[in-house]
């Protein structure tokens, strides 16, 4: 279907539409939100526009000024115009996808879409966020033209951030419109997509609150303490970390008893109907206003003191009891898996087959759920990939239902549940009887599902587009030590993969860096992507390698280390074959380093990058703050005052500042607009990293070493001591905060030289190396790594 979209209307502007016109705006449209005029308008306003439109003014300014950050850039802002439902509906006609996102009440809606009928141009696309009710009784008494281009799309909350996008076709929505919103939500919104039949709470809904209310009901079963069920059922299991009761205080009590309610009601015929039941203890909120986080309390209670670390003391309820009490965790043996064990799957296992309650109530959750989703196919979906895919995007799951099945085995799943009186459907018997134990599996680098109607694996649609690098794990890789994997993604490209502890890069990943460009150059590879899956591509250079040399003073050995991540940046530099970076999640220090010695980077849209190491008491030593000095001298240009820049590069790394999405990034120097792109779609990175690799293959040159960076000298350092100053008057900075800001500076103008004049890239890097290696010997920079390395926060010292 050929279409374009160029302007948006969003109806509503309430959390989710602000969220909605916002993530528009994200992407380049030109966005219209509209809402209804206040009802307190004074007489002498009622003229006034920016009266008459402060409802959508004020959700709009929340939402700029909202954290997390709806928008990539503040700047985007300019992208939305608001309005009201009175002066400015008619505007709709030179839009080209009309979304509706006011109050969930059916009788609103309809008289959304009778005004909507009567400006929009036929063709016009017309969606609703709706989170639960039918499309075709939304649909009901709509023209021809409108039915056919009406559909549900179901963002999840906060619009920018939650990857689902379920896409609810009407009875006579056209194939074409249903392929067009699929696509788009994929490529241009970034989302996973989702299709789904118009059911009751659609997917995602569904499945979440069955797996909240089952987990309601077995913690009172077991006995079990609210904070309990949440460690066991957060992070512990690839979950969120809020677990289930920390997630219903988020959701909001009065929001999830209603989506239990309506599913009971729409859904008599759910085998589970007993799983939906309000529990008394979610009754006792309910009825003393107790909704969680927006009133205050739910089933966790923040009061006013606090311990002995000065954290606020937060109680947890007795569901027993119903009274607050002070939390804490029993000596479970699956408790302890949780923390002992580093690989999920194994984990899931530990845990699975735990005797204890802990494990009763894992084992007795994931058999209901595996018995819950096999019956709700076809229901629901026709394919059980769809499934997952809904829960892992809108839940934020690491694994979907079948994918959880797949650890435990789908044999054994089926044996397991009916023995605690689940009922199972009888394709999954069937498949099993076929000698089919799997739900997914790999073949050939492609991932592949079992198909109910075929009976056979089918390839994931779709999955194709992906590189998706567990795909390739059943192939021998290039090349492989304990920190990194080199695998062969086609065309002649390499991917390199990170595979320590949270991607810190230590020795392994560096000496890998090196020993895959001499392999891509002498072989005759077209180049190299360095990129991985995980949810964060790189936390940073290895903290606990850095602090134990630093401890010993093996300042050798020390030197040596920076030396090598500085000649592996500048190896990434000055290859003979592209390197092009693929990041997604937290790109700090090292990794941002490694970025910006790329020819190019593409980075997902939810890519967090900066240099952090004045957190730690540290200057970037990976070749970071000398590439900020180049930087700020390719901006130089004739009759250019220059200091402003300079300052400007330095505030970046001295008050280590985060872009908290890839857009923002240019605006930091991290990214370099006409090098570096922006992946909306986080899995469609490393994909669209190789394209680049093979654009820039033909032909490619090595870079020669810069020696011709301009630094300041003397006027430089003068500029940037006074900037540092006035960061410590304001109270931004500590004493040791000034003494790393004079490093900085110290590098970034070239040391203590008489004028301006230009350095080499080689000069700059012994700089950068000295200033670290000085600061590493520094009582409180040790202070400020110890504590970085047992709290996972920085200290101020």
């Known amino acids: 279907m050929s279409r374009r979209i160029t302007k948006i209307a969003v109806l509503g502007s309430g959390v989710m539409g602000s969220g909605i016109a916002c993530h528009f705006a994200n992407i380049g449209l030109e966005v219209l939100m509209l809402d209804i005029l206040p009802r307190d308008l004074a007489e002498g306003a009622r003229n006034k526009p920016s009266e008459r439109n402060r409802i959508a003014n004020d959700a709009l300014q929340k939402a700029i000024k909202g954290r997390p950050a709806a928008l990539y850039d503040k700047s985007f802002a300019s992208r939305i115009a608001i309005g009201n439902f009175e002066d400015d509906f008619e505007k709709i006609k030179d839009c080209d996808w009309i979304i509706e996102v006011v109050v969930e009440r059916l009788d609103i809606k309809k008289q959304v879409f009778d005004k909507v009928e009567q400006y929009r141009t036929a063709g016009t696309l ?215 064990i580093d690989n999920l799957p194994k984990r899931i296992r530990a845990i699975f087959g735990a005797e204890d309650r802990g494990g009763k109530l894992i084992r007795k959750s994931l058999l209901g759920l595996f018995a819950y989703v096999s019956n709700r196919v076809p229901e629901i979906s026709d394919n059980l990939y769809a499934i997952d895919d809904a829960m892992r995007a809108g839940y934020a799951w690491e694994l979907g239902p079948f994918e959880y099945w797949d650890i435990i085995g789908a044999k054994k799943g089926i044996q397991l549940a009916e023995e605690k009186g689940e009922t199972v459907a009888e394709w999954v018997k069937e498949m099993v009887a076929a000698g089919h134990d799997k739900f997914y599996k790999r073949e050939g680098g492609v991932r592949k599902y079992y198909d109910i109607a075929t009976r056979e694996y089918q390839v994931v ?142 980075c997902a849209a939810e890519s967090y990058i900066g240099l952090v190491e004045v957190g730690v008491g540290l200057i970037p030593g990976g070749a970071g703050t000398k590439e900020f000095a180049l930087r700020a001298s390719d901006r130089f240009f004739e009759g250019d005052v220059q200091i402003p820049t300079l300052i400007e590069q330095f505030k970046t790394i001295a008050l280590a500042n985060v872009a908290t999405s890839a857009h923002e990034a240019f605006n930091y120097g991290y990214l370099l607009a006409g090098r570096d792109s922006v992946a909306l779609n986080r899995d469609r990175n490393i994909a669209e990293a190789k394209a680049k690799v093979l654009e820039l293959a033909p032909g490619y040159t090595r870079p020669l070493i810069r020696e011709d960076i301009t630094v300041l000298g003397r006027q430089g350092l003068a500029a940037l001591y006074t900037a540092a100053n006035e960061l410590r008057l304001g109270n931004y900075a500590s004493e040791h905060d000034i003494k790393i800001a004079h490093k900085i500076a110290w590098v970034l103008c070239g040391g203590d030289l008489t004028g301006a004049q230009q350095v080499s890239e080689t000069y700059l890097l012994d700089l950068e190396r000295e200033a670290f290696l000085s600061l590493a010997g520094e009582a409180k920079t040790q202070e400020r790594i110890q504590h970085m390395l047992k709290t996972n926060k920085p200290l101020r010292n």
């Open 126 to 340: 017309v969606t609703t966020n709706t989170s639960g009710i039918p499309i075709h009784m939304m649909a009901e008494g709509r023209s021809e033209d409108f039915r056919q281009h009406f559909c549900g799309t179901h963002f999840f909350n906060p619009p920018r951030y939650m990857r689902l996008l379920e896409v609810i076709p009407g009875p006579d929505t056209k194939p074409e419109v249903v392929d067009f919103l699929m696509h788009y939500g994929d490529r241009y919104l970034g989302k996973q997509t989702v299709l789904c039949k118009d059911t009751p709470a659609f997917i995602a809904n569904r499945v979440g609150v069955y797996a909240m209310s089952k987990i309601y009901q077995l913690a009172t079963e077991l006995g079990m303490r609210i904070e309990t069920v949440d460690r066991l059922t957060g992070p512990a299991i690839g979950r969120p970390k809020t677990g289930t009761f920390r997630l219903g205080d988020l959701v909001g009590h009065d929001t999830a008893a209603n989506v239990i309610r309506g599913i009971k009601q729409n859904c008599p015929d759910d085998e589970q109907a007993g799983a939906f039941e309000i529990p008394p203890y979610l009754q006792f909120l309910l009825d003393n206003n107790f909704l969680g986080n927006k009133s205050g309390q739910g089933f966790y209670k923040k009061t006013k003191e606090r311990d002995e670390k000065g954290r606020p003391v937060i109680l947890a309820l007795n569901l027993k009891t119903l009274e607050y009490e002070p939390q804490s965790l029993p000596d479970l043996p699956s408790l302890k898996a949780t923390k002992e």
């Open 461 to 602: 649609p779709g999955s194709d587009e992906f590189i998706i690098l567990d795909n390739y794990r059943d192939r021998k890789p290039v090349l492989k030590n304990n920190e990194m994997s080199l695998h062969d993604i086609g065309d002649g490209v390499l991917c390199l993969e990170f595979t320590s502890p949270h991607n810190s890069i230590g020795e392994g990943i560096l000496r890998g860096i090196n020993e895959a460009i001499q392999l891509a150059e002498e072989d005759g590879w077209q180049g190299i992507v360095i990129g991985n899956n995980a949810s964060n591509f790189s936390v940073g250079a290895n903290l606990m390698l850095i602090a134990m040399l630093a401890y010993n003073q093996e300042f050798d050995e020390l030197n040596m280390a920076v030396n090598l991540f500085q000649q592996t940046s500048m190896r990434l530099r000055h290859s003979a074959i592209p390197v092009v970076t693929a990041t997604q999640g937290y790109t700090f220090g090292g990794g941002c380093e490694l970025l910006m010695h790329s020819d190019a980077a593409v």
